[in-house]
Nanobody
């Protein structure tokens, strides 16, 4: 059974940094037979879900949403079966619940996340001004 567990959220001042982690289980990043993609999405109260950044597990190709470009960086650690989202220069408008998601067809373009098959429980990120 695939499970995704997020961690690393919290309260930070504007201009600060956070690193989110998404630990995956139920499959291995090193399995050359699979072509999966993992992504980070966020949703703020009253707003639609937004794709932040996604990565192909097989070849590491990345996609970034407009809000993430230049400030956020996605990476993976195959040994830990974990995907990270490094968020720098955070702004109050980054405040949201951040979700990790998995696409089992390897589509690493985030878009709105409707193509994702599995979701984590989310982690709250709050940026104070």
């Amino acid at each position: 059974e695939v499970q995704l567990v997020e961690s690393g959220g919290g309260l930070v001042q504007a201009g600060g940094s956070l690193r989110l982690s998404c630990e995956a289980s139920g499959f291995s990043f090193d399995d050359y037979m699979i072509d999966y993609a993992v992504g980070w999405f966020r949703q703020a109260p009253g707003k639609e879900r937004e794709g932040v950044s996604c990565i192909s597990i097989s070849d590491g190709k990345r996609d970034y949403g407009d809000s993430a470009k230049g400030r956020f960086s996605i990476s993976k650690d195959n040994a830990k079966n974990t995907v990270y989202l490094q968020m720098d220069n955070l702004k109050p408008e980054d405040t949201a619940v951040y979700y990790c998601a998995l696409d089992t067809l390897g589509d690493y373009y985030c878009r709105n996340g409707r193509h994702m098959d599995h979701w984590g429980q989310g982690t709250q990120v709050t940026v104070s001004s």
